[in-house]
């Protein structure tokens, strides 16, 4: 890999640590006031809400500047959600705040790979994001449970820091810390030799030239499987958070800081799904994962039956693995049509679009569900099983594609293949 990629690797990191670990306080500091059930829930799609509501301007943005500063300014405005949070204001809000950063740092994170890597190097690439991600998650879930826990929290109060009074506010004071770390290393990130491409001056401009964007994207036929894929799969992941903190409490009995782990355990299996990925697929055979989809459904749904974590930790890894095998090759293979298409920003933000609109609607759909006395058990199978039809029509329209379009497909494969060779 080029001088600068473990630079950009270490920042992410820290700032997706920080993302989770900020995640699970935010889902304590509701339970300890005492919130309702689909407040917590909605934490998942109200940080998606910024993804979804300025996907026409993040992208042109992160083409517009250099991607470190983007990265830099993104985690200053993470910064400022947590420090609202701490000032009282409520935590739906101040989290959607947090998301607003974000949304603008992801299409600089991802679009950076393209343009400092070669196409043969983005499935490892991917795999490596992708794979440091998932151990970020895994660590900072880990780490916001702990925080808020009853060993470490008791430290943090003792500091008595001005206005920090219950344990999940002296987890979010020490989450700054690490924000601010990531931000460091982002001064750090290379500049590349990619031309900036400047921002049109009027919002109307970036909304239709956004829109413009997608419609390509949508209309590609290896963009549009691949795209639906990773929005579904996304969709999942980021709600899957929450549906295991809540399985964990209604399964098996156990406190924030005990499902934290549970949900670590998940994101530990999609770490070795995405190395071994990694390591075996290929650009062009990216499409071959597609029926994993259908099996991530279906495990969600046997979930509900587990009631011995000597059962669920390796049942959770394996749904997790199932998800990492699949995202890592249809990832990169949407970064590629993408980036040949439109540019790197703009095809990230388009891809975060409808990724995050996929969280925001399946957050909503579970949040409803529970809000009108769905129990836990009842949402995940609902859940699980809208997941695995929809993998199911995607398969489908896929299948759709090679036989009536079979020459544009092929003829798009061998782009990708002469690319990686």
Known sequence: MKKGFATIMSAQFCSSLADNALFVAAVELLRADGAAEWQMAA???????????????????????????????????????????????????????????????????????????????????????????????????????????????????????????????????????????????????????????????????????????????????????????TTLFWGVAGNLRYIVLAWAAAALGYSTTHASALVGVVAIGTALGAVVAAVVMRLDRATAVIPLGIGMGLLVILMIAIRDVRVAAPFLVLLGALGGFLVVPMNALLQHRGHNLMGAGRSIAVQNFNE????????????????????????????????AATMEAIRRWHRHNLRHHRAEVDRLLAIARSDVH
């Open 43 to 229: 934490l998942v799609p109200m940080f998606a809400l910024f993804y979804v509501v300025l996907a026409p301007v993040v992208g042109a943005f992160a083409d517009a500047l250099p991607k470190g500063r983007v990265m830099f300014l993104s985690n200053a405005v993470k910064v400022a959600g947590c420090v609202a949070m701490l000032a009282g204001m409520h935590p739906l809000p101040a989290y959607a705040l947090v998301g607003l950063g974000a949304a603008a740092y992801s299409p600089a994170k991802y679009g950076i790979l393209t343009e400092l890597l070669p196409p043969s190097q983005l499935v490892k690439a991917n795999g490596w994001i992708e794979g440091l991600t998932i151990a970020s998650i895994i660590l900072g879930v880990v780490l916001g449970g702990q925080l808020v826990g009853p060993i470490v929290s008791p430290w943090l109060l003792a500091l008595r820091l001005p206005g920090i009074d219950a344990p999940a506010l002296a987890a979010i004071a020490a989450i700054v810390v690490v924000y601010a770390l990531a931000a460091g290393i982002n001064l750090r990130i290379p500049r590349t030799a990619t031309p900036l491409r400047p921002m049109k001056g009027h919002v109307v401009e970036l909304v239709v030239e956004f829109a413009q964007c997608n419609a390509r994207l949508w209309r590609d036929k290896l963009g549009q499987i691949s795209l639906a894929t």
């Open 356 to 387: 995050q609109a996929c969280i925001l609607g399946l957050g909503a759909f579970y949040a409803g569900m529970t809000s009108v006395g769905l129990s836990a058990f009842g949402a995940i199978a609902i859940f699980g099983l809208v997941v």
